[in-house]
T-cell receptor, first 113, second 114 residues
Framework: ELKVEQNPLFLSMQEGKNYTIYCNYS?????LYWYRQDPGKSLESLFV?????AVKQEGRLMASLDTKARLSTLHITAAVHDLSATYFC?????????????FGTGTRLTIIP | DTEVTQTPKHLVMGMTNKKSLKCEQH?????MYWYKQKAKKPPELMFV???????INESVPSRFSPECPNSSLLNLHLHALQPEDSALYLC?????????????FGPGTRLTVT
């Protein structure tokens, strides 16, 4: 069974600081997604990472993928309050011939002024 | 149009009721998904439809019955639910087949079973 683990589960950080969220997964996959979820809301797609070494940046967020280490990171630069949310990674994999997403445990990020 | 819509937004039902959740997309996607998300947990896959055929059922209890009447619509019929079924139910759609299969999520239906 595929396991997708994120750490930390909870992160409280001050505005202006940098931090990294880690996503480890237990099976071979070349595709990984990062989503953001605000309380009570749906999932917003942030990044699609398609190959080993992929790096994508949008504003203060940067995501990378190392398929050999089965590790993805989401780096936050100079955090601002608007980034407070829960962040999920999701691994795309085949299960008995069917493509499916398995989500990580989630990281609840709180940015403190 | 890159939107997935879901109705209703909120639903309160008793354990003996029958209700349905609806999902619609007009992106030409041929794969549609139902996820269940409990509070402070990640979404969990329930069902996948590919080309209007059920391709994945993640051992979901039979009190949840999915239906895909056409390529744009996905329903989830609910009957004799339990209080522990209270959750946010998310619908998603994507291109079908191999390759990049980015899923687009709807706003969800928040279900409360009393």
């Amino acid at each position: 069974e595929l396991k997708v683990e994120q750490n930390p589960l909870f992160l409280s950080m001050q505005e202006g600081k940098n931090y990294t969220i880690y996503c480890n997964y237990s099976t071979t996959s070349d595709r990984l997604y990062w989503y953001r979820q605000d309380p009570g809301k749906s999932l917003e797609s942030l990044f699609v990472l398609l190959s080993n070494g992929a790096v994508k940046q949008e504003g203060r967020l940067m995501a990378s993928l190392d398929t050999k280490a089965r590790l993805s990171t989401l780096h936050i630069t100079a955090a601002v309050h608007d980034l407070s949310a829960t962040y999920f990674c999701a691994v795309d994999h085949r299960d008995f011939g069917n493509e499916k997403l398995t989500f990580g445990t989630g990281t609840r990020l709180t940015i403190i002024p | 149009d890159t939107e997935v819509t879901q109705t209703p937004k909120h639903l309160v039902m008793g354990m003996t009721n029958k209700k349905s959740l609806k999902c619609e997309q007009h992106m030409g996607h041929r794969a549609m998904y139902w996820y269940k998300q409990k509070a402070k947990k990640p979404p969990e896959l329930m069902f996948v439809y590919s080309y209007e055929k059920l391709s994945i059922n993640e051992s979901v209890p039979s009190r949840f019955s999915p239906e895909c009447p056409n390529s744009s619509l996905l329903n989830l019929h609910l009957h004799a639910l339990q209080p522990e079924d209270s959750a946010l139910y998310l619908c998603a759609s994507s291109q079908a087949g191999q390759g990049v299969i980015e899923q687009y999520f709807g706003p969800g239906t928040r279900l409360t079973v009393t």
